[in-house]
């Protein structure tokens, strides 16, 4: 199978999901901006082939142009799939549509747009809602997403699958190598993201 996975965003997710569907022997073109990727290149699999392009602001009607040139490099690549994380702004209205024909998988990381991000809150909702609309499959990361997907699209729950995010494994490469582990705290929790009531 070949798959074609296009994100715009959280590099450690996306190249985490390139190495583990290239883990399984599927055949991946990741289809990502350059500058926030780099510094996790040393961890891409060698059977991820990287397709990096320079990632424009949101509202730069050049990112259209990019997503034209984006769309004929995954027809040249010929995929089985397209799979998209969220998506964006010139890649739902103008890339979808040009790649159309492919079956479509994304990744619902937000339902509704969450207040944490500026540029969450400046894309209309209906943008992204979009990929959501056209896709064939979803995939969430949690229950209370899947209820929300459900509610707000009316979709089927087999529409709809739950993979819960799991390790980052790239981070294993930064670890402390001297042995030493951390003190036990009972009182300590760590937690990357939010701690804001959207995230359930």
Do not use: C
Request: proline share 8%; net charge positive; charged share 20%.
């Amino acid at each position: 199978m070949r798959v074609a996975l296009v994100s715009y965003y959280d590099p450690e997710v996306t190249l985490a999901e390139a190495n583990a569907l290239a883990a399984q022997g599927v055949q991946v073109l990741l289809v990502a901006p350059r500058a926030p990727l780099t510094p996790y290149l040393h961890a891409l699999s060698p059977a991820v082939e990287p397709h990096l392009f320079g990632g424009r602001r949101w509202r730069d009607p050049l990112g259209a142009r990019d997503v034209w040139q984006l769309a004929a490099a995954i027809k040249r690549w010929q995929p089985d799939v397209l799979h998209v994380q969220q998506g964006q702004l010139w890649f739902n209205l103008i890339g979808l549509p040009l790649l159309a024909k492919y079956p479509l998988v994304t990744t619902v990381h937000d339902v509704i747009s969450h207040p944490g991000g500026g540029y969450a809150r400046r894309t209309p909702q209906w943008i992204w809602d979009i990929a959501m609309r056209r896709s064939d499959q979803l995939i969430v990361q949690g229950r209370a997403l899947q209820q929300q997907l459900m509610e707000r699209h009316h979709l089927s729950a087999e529409k709809i699958h739950l993979v819960p995010h799991g390790q980052l494994g790239i981070y294993a490469d930064w670890a402390q190598t001297d042995g030493a582990s951390p003190p036990a705290d009972d009182d300590r929790i760590l937690f990357f993201g939010r701690i804001w009531p959207y995230k359930g």
